[in-house]
């Protein structure tokens, strides 16, 4: 079992590199392809958008063909578009790398978790995917580190060795023996099983963890840079919050194990909402803004691991294959991340330099409180 979590963990550490890489490269995409707020919001939402159309196909992949295939599948993929990123010329075929990045990660991230659950106790469950989230916190930390160095040495190099490690994991993953797949149990009946009350609750929170983040991910950046941050520096902001988010997952994983559901939820919607409602006062203060971000890697994040294991406790309950579990797991993440980013460049478009920002935080801080209400009044989650 310890090397089956090494083996996802670093399936899932791969995954989530090339999607926060962007970070520091935004102001020299922004410079180079004359992209909008608005632009820079759908190329960040572009991998959230492959994932989004990826997810059912990898949940069927993963239940028919095993998680084997669909792990390498995902992995090819990744590297081919890594290779797309490093040479393209124009902005659409940015956005089409990150898109087919995306629908990758779909794949193979399906299969890590799938992987892992299948092979591990209920009890432990939170905390397993509380390390597997830690192993995205670390792939997102050094993201940013790659993005720097992108924007030092140059994306071609860069994203060439990128490629080269996806094809380097896809080789471990084959020699790794894993389960026969299950195809006789039925896979697209068992999707409309999906709209039980707690199975909706857990696939929400799941969704709000990136929807509240994508402000951040474009706006601190751009913010950042307006008072002279060069991409280094952004990226070190980034990488210090993934940092402390990598700590935070496993612990916050332990604690939904012990306490529940609820108790982990209010406190990261709470504190989720207090940082929304900070941020458009620190427009003008670099380090007040990089603070904020590297709280708001927590507390933002801080729904996706108590959801994840609501979901996947309540689907199992519905009968559900863990294959269609973490299918809508990534869809619903899929679906916060794609619309995230580019919500809050469209709303900071329309609100013009002076009140954008501050428009865009103030509308997520709204949604946030609507989902804090919610569970502050459910007598309790499962």
């Known amino acids: 079992m310890q090397r089956l979590l090494v083996l996802a963990c670093s399936i899932v550490l791969v995954d989530t590199l090339f999607h926060s890489a962007l970070v520091p490269l935004i102001p020299y995409f922004t410079e180079e392809f004359g992209l909008s707020k608005l632009g820079v919001g759908v190329l960040s939402g572009a991998f959230g958008a492959g994932v989004l159309v990826g997810s059912v196909p990898g ?64 009890g432990r469950r939170g905390q397993a995917i509380g390390t597997l989230m830690s192993s995205a916190v670390v792939g997102a930390l050094l993201g940013p580190v790659v993005g720097s160095v992108a924007a030092t040495v140059g994306l071609v190099p860069t994203f060439l060795t990128v490629a080269a490690l996806g094809l380097a994991l896809a080789a471990w993953i084959y020699a790794t023996p894993a389960p026969a797949p299950n195809p006789d149990r039925p896979f697209f009946p068992m999707l409309m099983k999906l709209f039980d009350r707690r199975l909706v609750t857990g696939m929400w929170l799941v969704t709000l963890s990136p929807l509240l983040f994508g402000a951040p991910v474009v706006l601190a950046p ?25 700590v935070a997952q496993p612990l916050l994983g332990r604690w939904t194990d012990g306490a529940g559901f609820k108790r982990p939820l209010v406190v990261g919607l709470s504190g989720s909402l207090l940082l929304l409602l900070a941020f458009p006062f620190t427009g003008s ?25 609501l979901f996947s406790r309540a689907s199992e309950d519905a009968g559900l ?25 469209a709303v900071s478009d329309l609100g013009g330099p002076a009140y954008g920002d501050a428009l865009a935080y103030l509308l997520l801080a709204a949604v946030c409180a609507a989902a804090l209400l919610n569970i502050a009044r459910r007598e309790k989650l499962a």
């Not at 993929?77 to 040479?87: C, H, K, L, M, R």
């Open 222 to 246: 751009l913010a950042l840079d307006s008072l002279s941050w060069g991409a280094v520096a952004i990226g070190a902001v980034f990488l210090v919050a993934a940092g402390l988010e990598a």
């Open 59 to 122: 949940g069927y992949l993963v239940s028919r063909a095993g998680v084997k295939v669909s792990a390498i599948s995902g992995f090819g993929i990744f590297s081919v578009t890594s290779i797309v990123f490093a040479f393209a010329e124009s902005g659409w075929l940015l956005m089409l790398a990150r898109f087919g990045e995306g629908f990758g990660s779909a794949l193979s991230w399906i299969a890590a978790f799938t992987w892992v659950i299948t092979n591990t106790e209920d």
């Open 285 to 309: 203060y670099g380090f007040a803004v990089a603070a904020l971000v590297v709280l708001a890697a927590v507390f933002f994040n801080g729904s996706v691991t108590p959801g994840t294991a």
């Open 321 to 345: 294959d863990q294959a269609i579990v973490f299918s809508a797991v990534n869809l619903a993440w899929a679906t916060g991340s794609a619309f995230g980013a580019p919500l809050a460049g």
